[in-house]
């Protein structure tokens, strides 16, 4: 029995991996397209999501198939119920890519963006993407080091994001309010990719300490 | 055992409760400061979002004592499931909520967005409170009727939101960067907390009938 129950617990942990590793392709290809207006790309990637979200679908009915034959308590029981919650979170990071790759079919030929954006923007996609692959990483290594790194690229990301704002607001905007509000929802896009990255790397430290870091920022939205 | 068991669920379903009407009290005060620049009443609303994240750990921490100590199964299982992927949705209408009372505070003593829109987001706002009033109902009465409306509520919201797109995009459209940018968001939060209205009818609609209804939205986000 025992052995069948590290058997699921070691399948879950592998499909989270998957799920990650699909999510991280997701947003580097959502990326390119909205970078390069690619909408055979981006199409790409929005085909690509149901992939992600059947993903979830099996790990959450694995989840509750153990929880129902296994009874698991203490930690496993904890691993078991974080796994669902960071399925949540990793599927709806997958939804965001998939954002991104709809604005840009939604404004091809154009692009979607500002050139004089781009770079901001291309920094907090660096920091996403950066973000998603450490995560797979710390499922895998347990690193708490690459805990707090994902926290710190997401610290770098919320404050490119603000100055988002600050750029749109001075004189030299002279963008139209389409642009202005595609340039808005970019950003945020880009900044709750981020925030769920953390949520994941949160519930995977928790996992792994037992307690909340007290060096995590806890007024980031928990899912 | 069975008796505090069903005493256990029962105690869930109150947790569930009261984070939904938390949720819809926070939501109609946020939009009251919104609409009429209240800054107090802001303060307020974002200094109780604490309240409700504190709801969804204890529920949760509840909901896993329930899965340590009964290792229930079958739809028994599935309720504590759900539960806690909707405690995790109800935080986020929190945090949506909170984020429009944030809004208030930042642009004081200018309201957030132009009289001219404010028709439509007064509309997308009545739909929320009402999705969020009628999920107390949902939960309460598990008429699938309820549920339905909730859905119906939101393809309404969704309408509306693409519809502030198309008067950003009218040459009457004069407002400065910031205001566009200001207003894309109010509308993004809007109709966030509607799909997270959806998300939590959904899974109570599931938990009713074992099945996701055919006549649900599945292009819906889960979470």
């Known amino acids: ?72 308590v203490a930690s496993d029981l904890r691993m078991i119920v974080g796994s669902l919650r960071m399925s949540a979170s990793l599927e709806r990071m997958g939804d965001l890519a998939r954002h991104l790759a709809q604005l840009t079919r939604l404004r ?10 781009l770079p901001t923007f291309s920094e907090m996609a660096r920091l996403d993407l950066t973000i998603a692959r450490d995560l797979g990483e710390l499922l895998e290594t347990r690193d708490l080091a690459v805990a707090r790194r994902i926290i710190e690229s997401n610290n770098q990301i919320d404050e490119l994001h603000a100055s988002i704002f600050r750029i749109v607001a001075t004189p030299e905007w002279n963008e139209t309010a389409p642009t202005t509000a595609d340039t808005t929802l970019t950003s945020r ?20 300490t037992g307690e909340w870091e007290p060096g995590l920022n806890l007024d980031l939205p928990i899912d």
């Not at 997701?26 to 909205?34: G, L, N, T, V």
């Not at 896009?189 to 792994?208: M, N, P, Q, W």
């Open 1 to 72: 029995m025992r052995k069948v129950f590290q058997a699921e617990l070691q399948t879950i942990g592998e499909d989270l991996a998957e799920m990650t590793s699909l999510v991280a392709d997701a947003f580097e290809r959502a990326w390119e397209s909205f970078t390069t207006a690619d909408t055979e790309l981006a199409q790409e990637v929005i085909a690509a999501d149901a992939r992600i979200d059947f993903k979830q679908n099996q790990l959450d009915e694995r989840a509750i198939d153990v929880l129902a034959l296994q009874g698991p």
């Open 108 to 117: 091809f030929p154009d692009p979607v963006v500002p050139a004089s954006v």
């Open 189 to 208: 896009y880009l900044e709750r990719f981020g925030d769920h990255g953390v949520s994941v790397a949160r519930k995977i430290t928790y996992l792994v």
